[in-house]
C-alpha cells in the first residue's frame, strides 16, 4: 500500500486545537522557582575577575544538586503538563512515529545484518535476514533494560563474518561495554571489555585493535577530564586485562587515538587527534606482527588525511591538503611524502564529503549546496557514472566489500521519508528495497532552498520546508534550527516530529551556517576560534530574512539547536534577545570559560578556544552565553534541555544557564530546564523518552507563539 492511501485511511478524521497567544493571554502560571545558592566564587583570568556563584552545581553526584535537579523538573513539568494541547500532541506523534524504521542493510557472509525499529520499540533490533529472506533476530537491546535505556551497536565484524563485537551503551552515557557474538551459532563469548570511549572494533586474524581509557575513578565517571586515550588489541577469548597495549601517547594525555585495518589485511591505520579538527596520520604493517612500530603518512594536526583503501602498494588517501573542498590522492607506502602523491579524484568547486569503497570501484560523495551528489570512478580516477537519486537530498551507505556485487543505501530529504535502495553495481541500477510505512503525504509540503547575506555580506544558504500554498503574511509559527560547527554538515533529512509543525501551518527553516562542512574547510574555518561571531551573525541573519520574507515575525519565532547548537542559541538569545519570542538550547556548551575541564571538552580548544589563552579568553568571554546573561533583561520564553548522564557536554553547563537566567528574567516569559533522568547527549534515547521531550518541545512552541489552528487529517 502507498503512503499516500495509507495516509487517506489512517487519517481521514479531523480535530481542530487552537492555541492562545501567550503574550496575550497568558493562563499558565510558573511554580516558584527553586531557590538556587549562591557562592562567593571568582576567578582571575588573565587579570579579569569573573564571578561563578553557581559552581557547586557542577558536582553532578552532590545530593544538593540532585535535589536541585528534582525541583526543577517538578516547576517544569508543572507548567508543560498545564498545556492543554500537550497530551493531544503527544497522542498525535505517538501516531506519527509508529512506523517501521529500518537501516540500510551490510552483507556479512551469505546474509544481510540491518537496525529495525517496528514502530515504538524503545530501541532498534539488530536483524540477520538468510539468503532465502528468513527474517531472525540477533540481538534486541529491548530485553536488557525494563525501562529502554540500553542501547546497542555494531562495532565491528570480522574479516571471516564468523564474529561480531558490539557495544552496550547505558542511559545514554558516551561509555562502552564490548561484547562478543558467534554469529552462527548466536553464542555470546565470555569476553567483555569496558571503559571504552569513541572507539569502534577493527579486526585482525582473531582478534581487533580497539580504543578505551583507564578505568576513572567511582563518582567521577561522567564529569572527569578523560585522559590517555589508548589503542589495545583484543584476542578473541582472553581476559581484558591481557589485552596487548598497541599504543598510548605518554607524553600528551589529552589526544584522541582511533584506528581502522585496510580491507585487505595489510595495515593498521592510527589517527592522532588533539582535538576534534586535524588529525595526523599513521601506519603499521601488519605483516610484521602487531608489535611493529607505526610509520608517519603525514605529520601534524592541522590538515586531515583519511586512508580510504591499500590497494597494490599504494594508500588512496582523502585529503584536504592543498585542498580545502578535499581531494582523493594516491599514496605510495613506500615513500608516503606530499611530493610523491598523484591525484585520482581532484578537487572541484563541490565538496568532496567522503569517498566509499566497493566492487572494485570508488563512489565519490559530493555536498553540491548542501545537497548529496553520488559518483561512480575506477581506481584511476576515471568518471564512470553519476547515480540517480530521486531528488536532492542527503544519502548514506554507499560502498561495500571488494567482491560485492550490490549494496544497500538510504535517501532522505525534509519531505521524503528515509528510504532504502539496492544499487546493482554491473548495471548502475537502483530499486526500491524498503519503503516507509509512514502515514505521510509528502505532496502537501514543499522544500526549497535560499540564500541572503550574513553581517558582513556572505551569501548563505538556507532550506526552507512548509506546506504548499501556505500565505506568506508574517504570520507563521517559525522554528529556525542550526548547528554552525566542527565541520559538521547539516543536510536535508526527514523527521516525523517536524510533521507537528508542518501540518498545522508552521515553518522550519536550517540554515548552513559558516563554522559547518557543507563548503569546505574554507567555510569551517571562518567559523571558528576568533571567527565563531560569524556563526551568530549568519543565524541571526537567517532570522531577519526570514521576518523581512513575510514568512514569520517576532512573535511568532523560536531558535533551536542541540550541542554546539545549544551554544549557537545561547549567544543569539543574549546578543539580541528582542528577535525571538522562544529558544531552545539543547545540551548546550553554555559556559566558554571551564567546558574544556571536563570529560572530553580539552577536545574542542581547536575549534573554540581556551580561556587558559589570554588571546582567545577575551573572545570567548565576549560571546560566552553564561556570563552574558545581563541583570533587567527580558528574555525569550526558554526551555532548556539536558540530561543527567551527558558525559559529553555535561549538564553543569545547563544547570548554571538556568540557574543565572532565572536569577536574571525581567519578562514575564518563563525559564524553564527539563532534565531526562538516565539519559545522556543523545544517542541511545528510548523511544519513550523522545515522545515524551518532542510532545513538551512542541507544546511550549506552540503555546509561546499562539495562533495556530492545528488541523491534522
Same mark, same amino acid.
Given at each position: 500500500m502507498s503512503r499516500i492511501n495509507l495516509f487517506l485511511i489512517t487519517f481521514a478524521s479531523i480535530f481542530t486545537m487552537t492555541c492562545q497567544n501567550n503574550d496575550e493571554n497568558m493562563s499558565i502560571t510558573v511554580m516558584p522557582y527553586p531557590t538556587t545558592v549562591k557562592q562567593d566564587v571568582v576567578d582571575n583570568y588573565h587579570g579579569t575577575e569573573v564571578a561563578d556563584p553557581y559552581r557547586w552545581l557542577e558536582v553532578d553526584t552532590a545530593k544538593e544538586v540532585e535535589a536541585w535537579v528534582r525541583a526543577q523538573n #517538578?516547576?517544569?513539568?508543572?507548567?508543560?503538563?498545564?498545556?492543554?494541547?500537550?497530551?493531544?500532541?503527544?497522542?498525535?506523534? #505517538?501516531e506519527l512515529y509508529n512506523f517501521t524504521k529500518l537501516s540500510a542493510p551490510r552483507r556479512v557472509g551469505k546474509s544481510l545484518v540491518y537496525y529495525k525499529n517496528d514502530g515504538l520499540q524503545n530501541q532498534a533490533v539488530i536483524y540477520i535476514v538468510d539468503e532465502n529472506g528468513r527474517e531472525e533476530v540477533l540481538l534486541d537491546p529491548n530485553t536488557y533494560s525494563e525501562a529502554g535505556t540500553t542501547a546497542i551497536s555494531i562495532a565491528g565484524i570480522s574479516k571471516d563474518d564468523k564474529y561480531m563485537a558490539f557495544s552496550i551503551q547505558e542511559a545514554g552515557s558516551d561509555w562502552r561495554t564490548f561484547k562478543i557474538m558467534d554469529i552462527a551459532s548466536r553464542e555470546m563469548l565470555e569476553d567483555e571489555l569496558n571503559w571504552v570511549k569513541f572507539s569502534g572494533a577493527a579486526w585482525h586474524k582473531d582478534g581487533f585493535f580497539y580504543s578505551r581509557y583507564p578505568e576513572p575513578e567511582a563518582g567521577t565517571e561522567l564529569s572527569k577530564a578523560n585522559s590517555f586515550h589508548s589503542v589495545y588489541y583484543h584476542r578473541l577469548g582472553s581476559d581484558q586485562s591481557e589485552d596487548q597495549l598497541i599504543y598510548r601517547d605518554e607524553q600528551q594525555p589529552r589526544m584522541y587515538h582511533n584506528t581502522s585495518v585496510t580491507e585487505d589485511g595489510d595495515y593498521l591505520i592510527l589517527y592522532k587527534a588533539s582535538g576534534t579538527d586535524g588529525y595526523e596520520t599513521w601506519y603499521k604493517p601488519l605483516k610484521e606482527g602487531i608489535a611493529a612500530n607505526f610509520l608517519p603518512l603525514y605529520q601534524g594536526f592541522e590538515q586531515k588525511n583519511s586512508v580510504i583503501d591499500h590497494r597494490d602498494g599504494y594508500f588512496y588517501v582523502l585529503t584536504d591538503v592543498d585542498a580545502p573542498n578535499y581531494r582523493l590522492v594516491k599514496v605510495p607506502v613506500s615513500n608516503p611524502g606530499v611530493d610523491h602523491w598523484s591525484e585520482v579524484i581532484p578537487e572541484s568547486e563541490f565538496l568532496l564529503e567522503n569517498v566509499q569503497t566497493g566492487g572494485g570501484r570508488l563512489y565519490g560523495q559530493f555536498l553540491e549546496k548542501a545537497t548529496h551528489s553520488i559518483y561512480e570512478y575506477d581506481y584511476d580516477g576515471q568518471q564512470l557514472k553519476q547515480i540517480s537519486l530521486p531528488g536532492t537530498g542527503s544519502v548514506g551507505g554507499f560502498g561495500g566489500k571488494k567482491e560485492d556485487e550490490e549494496f544497500y543505501y538510504t535517501y532522505t530529504s525534509f519531505i521524503y521519508p528515509p528510504t532504502i535502495f539496492k544499487y546493482d553495481m554491473e548495471s548502475g541500477e537502483s530499486e526500491k528495497y524498503f519503503e516507509s510505512d509512514l502515514a505521510f503525504n509528502p505532496e502537501e509540503y514543499e522544500e526549497k532552498q535560499v540564500s541572503y547575506p550574513s553581517l558582513d555580506g556572505t551569501m548563505v544558504s538556507m532550506f526552507i520546508v512548509h506546506k504548499k500554498g501556505l500565505a506568506l503574511d508574517g504570520q507563521r509559527p517559525t522554528y529556525l534550527y542550526g548547528y554552525g560547527g566542527f565541520n559538521i554538515s547539516l543536510t536535508p533529512s526527514f523527521s516525523a516530529s517536524r510533521i507537528l509543525l508542518l501540518e498545522n501551518g508552521g515553518v522550519f527553516a536550517m540554515p548552513n551556517l559558516r563554522g559547518g562542512g557543507e563548503y569546505g574547510e574554507t567555510w569551517h574555518e571562518a567559523g571558528m576560534l576568533d571567527k565563531k561571531q560569524n556563526v551568530f551573525d549568519d543565524f541571526i541573519a537567517a532570522a531577519e530574512y526570514l521576518k523581512k520574507e513575510n514568512y514569520t515575525s517576532t512573535e511568532k519565532l523560536a531558535i533551536a539547536g542541540r550541542s554546539n547548537g545549544g551554544l549557537l542559541v545561547?549567544?543569539?538569545?543574549?546578543?539580541?534577545? #528582542?528577535?525571538?519570542?522562544?529558544a531552545f538550547p539543547g545540551v548546550g556548551v553554555l559556559d566558554m570559560l571551564r567546558y574544556h575541564k571536563f570529560t572530553v571538552g580539552w577536545g574542542w580548544v581547536p575549534e573554540y578556544g581556551s580561556s587558559d589563552d589570554a588571546e582567545q579568553f577575551a573572545y570567548l568571554y565576549k560571546y560566552s552565553p553564561l556570563h552574558n546573561l545581563q541583570e533587567g533583561q527580558s528574555y525569550p520564553a526558554t526551555m532548556i534541555t539536558t540530561a543527567d548522564h551527558d558525559d559529553r557536554v555535561v549538564p553543569a553547563h545547563s544547570f548554571k544557564f538556568a540557574a543565572r537566567l532565572q536569577e536574571v528574567q525581567a519578562g514575564s516569559a518563563p525559564v524553564l530546564i527539563r532534565i531526562d533522568t538516565d539519559a545522556g547527549h543523545g544517542a541511545g534515547k528510548p523511544t519513550s523518552m523522545i515522545l515524551d521531550e518532542q510532545a513538551d518541545l512542541w507544546s511550549f512552541f506552540f503555546y509561546h507563539t499562539g495562533g495556530v489552528e492545528m488541523d491534522n487529517k
Amino acid at each position: 500500500m502507498s503512503r499516500i492511501n495509507l495516509f487517506l485511511i489512517t487519517f481521514a478524521s479531523i480535530f481542530t486545537m487552537t492555541c492562545q497567544n501567550n503574550d496575550e493571554n497568558m493562563s499558565i502560571t510558573v511554580m516558584p522557582y527553586p531557590t538556587t545558592v549562591k557562592q562567593d566564587v571568582v576567578d582571575n583570568y588573565h587579570g579579569t575577575e569573573v564571578a561563578d556563584p553557581y559552581r557547586w552545581l557542577e558536582v553532578d553526584t552532590a545530593k544538593e544538586v540532585e535535589a536541585w535537579v528534582r525541583a526543577q523538573n #517538578e516547576v517544569t513539568f508543572d507548567y508543560l503538563h498545564k498545556i492543554p494541547f500537550r497530551q493531544q500532541l503527544r497522542d498525535r506523534y #505517538e501516531e506519527l512515529y509508529n512506523f517501521t524504521k529500518l537501516s540500510a542493510p551490510r552483507r556479512v557472509g551469505k546474509s544481510l545484518v540491518y537496525y529495525k525499529n517496528d514502530g515504538l520499540q524503545n530501541q532498534a533490533v539488530i536483524y540477520i535476514v538468510d539468503e532465502n529472506g528468513r527474517e531472525e533476530v540477533l540481538l534486541d537491546p529491548n530485553t536488557y533494560s525494563e525501562a529502554g535505556t540500553t542501547a546497542i551497536s555494531i562495532a565491528g565484524i570480522s574479516k571471516d563474518d564468523k564474529y561480531m563485537a558490539f557495544s552496550i551503551q547505558e542511559a545514554g552515557s558516551d561509555w562502552r561495554t564490548f561484547k562478543i557474538m558467534d554469529i552462527a551459532s548466536r553464542e555470546m563469548l565470555e569476553d567483555e571489555l569496558n571503559w571504552v570511549k569513541f572507539s569502534g572494533a577493527a579486526w585482525h586474524k582473531d582478534g581487533f585493535f580497539y580504543s578505551r581509557y583507564p578505568e576513572p575513578e567511582a563518582g567521577t565517571e561522567l564529569s572527569k577530564a578523560n585522559s590517555f586515550h589508548s589503542v589495545y588489541y583484543h584476542r578473541l577469548g582472553s581476559d581484558q586485562s591481557e589485552d596487548q597495549l598497541i599504543y598510548r601517547d605518554e607524553q600528551q594525555p589529552r589526544m584522541y587515538h582511533n584506528t581502522s585495518v585496510t580491507e585487505d589485511g595489510d595495515y593498521l591505520i592510527l589517527y592522532k587527534a588533539s582535538g576534534t579538527d586535524g588529525y595526523e596520520t599513521w601506519y603499521k604493517p601488519l605483516k610484521e606482527g602487531i608489535a611493529a612500530n607505526f610509520l608517519p603518512l603525514y605529520q601534524g594536526f592541522e590538515q586531515k588525511n583519511s586512508v580510504i583503501d591499500h590497494r597494490d602498494g599504494y594508500f588512496y588517501v582523502l585529503t584536504d591538503v592543498d585542498a580545502p573542498n578535499y581531494r582523493l590522492v594516491k599514496v605510495p607506502v613506500s615513500n608516503p611524502g606530499v611530493d610523491h602523491w598523484s591525484e585520482v579524484i581532484p578537487e572541484s568547486e563541490f565538496l568532496l564529503e567522503n569517498v566509499q569503497t566497493g566492487g572494485g570501484r570508488l563512489y565519490g560523495q559530493f555536498l553540491e549546496k548542501a545537497t548529496h551528489s553520488i559518483y561512480e570512478y575506477d581506481y584511476d580516477g576515471q568518471q564512470l557514472k553519476q547515480i540517480s537519486l530521486p531528488g536532492t537530498g542527503s544519502v548514506g551507505g554507499f560502498g561495500g566489500k571488494k567482491e560485492d556485487e550490490e549494496f544497500y543505501y538510504t535517501y532522505t530529504s525534509f519531505i521524503y521519508p528515509p528510504t532504502i535502495f539496492k544499487y546493482d553495481m554491473e548495471s548502475g541500477e537502483s530499486e526500491k528495497y524498503f519503503e516507509s510505512d509512514l502515514a505521510f503525504n509528502p505532496e502537501e509540503y514543499e522544500e526549497k532552498q535560499v540564500s541572503y547575506p550574513s553581517l558582513d555580506g556572505t551569501m548563505v544558504s538556507m532550506f526552507i520546508v512548509h506546506k504548499k500554498g501556505l500565505a506568506l503574511d508574517g504570520q507563521r509559527p517559525t522554528y529556525l534550527y542550526g548547528y554552525g560547527g566542527f565541520n559538521i554538515s547539516l543536510t536535508p533529512s526527514f523527521s516525523a516530529s517536524r510533521i507537528l509543525l508542518l501540518e498545522n501551518g508552521g515553518v522550519f527553516a536550517m540554515p548552513n551556517l559558516r563554522g559547518g562542512g557543507e563548503y569546505g574547510e574554507t567555510w569551517h574555518e571562518a567559523g571558528m576560534l576568533d571567527k565563531k561571531q560569524n556563526v551568530f551573525d549568519d543565524f541571526i541573519a537567517a532570522a531577519e530574512y526570514l521576518k523581512k520574507e513575510n514568512y514569520t515575525s517576532t512573535e511568532k519565532l523560536a531558535i533551536a539547536g542541540r550541542s554546539n547548537g545549544g551554544l549557537l542559541v545561547g549567544a543569539c538569545m543574549t546578543q539580541h534577545p #528582542e528577535m525571538f519570542q522562544v529558544a531552545f538550547p539543547g545540551v548546550g556548551v553554555l559556559d566558554m570559560l571551564r567546558y574544556h575541564k571536563f570529560t572530553v571538552g580539552w577536545g574542542w580548544v581547536p575549534e573554540y578556544g581556551s580561556s587558559d589563552d589570554a588571546e582567545q579568553f577575551a573572545y570567548l568571554y565576549k560571546y560566552s552565553p553564561l556570563h552574558n546573561l545581563q541583570e533587567g533583561q527580558s528574555y525569550p520564553a526558554t526551555m532548556i534541555t539536558t540530561a543527567d548522564h551527558d558525559d559529553r557536554v555535561v549538564p553543569a553547563h545547563s544547570f548554571k544557564f538556568a540557574a543565572r537566567l532565572q536569577e536574571v528574567q525581567a519578562g514575564s516569559a518563563p525559564v524553564l530546564i527539563r532534565i531526562d533522568t538516565d539519559a545522556g547527549h543523545g544517542a541511545g534515547k528510548p523511544t519513550s523518552m523522545i515522545l515524551d521531550e518532542q510532545a513538551d518541545l512542541w507544546s511550549f512552541f506552540f503555546y509561546h507563539t499562539g495562533g495556530v489552528e492545528m488541523d491534522n487529517k
